[in-house]
């Protein structure tokens, strides 16, 4: 399994920012496929989650109606669409394969919400 994220970056709080997954080294299309961060001193957090083949998404209560994920099964890629970001969404963000975002994990992404 090799996830590789990207696209996070620092933002005032109200923007915005869109991260993608690269995955490779298992059949992509077949599993569900999830979000996790981590803040500094603080565990991890289950962000969401997208079915294989559905539009069935699940959202963490903190996030919901912020954040949207995607999937492109043919590009083998995830998605993760971030609106309206708070201070509080700062984190390392992570993609995994299966529900419950457990690892392995890529190298991650850095999202910085700050004024």
């Known amino acids: 399994v090799h996830l590789e994220e990207s696209g996070g970056g620092m933002v005032q709080p109200g923007g915005s920012l869109t991260l993608t997954c690269v995955a490779s080294g298992f059949q992509f299309e077949n599993h569900v496929m999830s979000w996790v961060r981590q803040a500094p001193g603080k565990g991890t957090e289950w962000v969401s989650a997208m079915h294989a083949h559905s539009s069935t998404t699940y959202y963490a209560d903190s996030v919901k109606g912020r954040f949207t994920i995607s999937r492109d099964n043919a590009k083998n890629t995830l998605y993760l669409i971030m609106n309206n970001l708070k201070p509080e969404d700062t984190a390392k963000y992570y993609c995994?394969?299966?529900?419950?975002?457990?690892?392995?994990w890529g190298q991650g992404t850095q999202v910085t919400v700050s004024s």
């Open positions: 995994a394969k299966g529900y419950s975002g457990s690892r392995p």
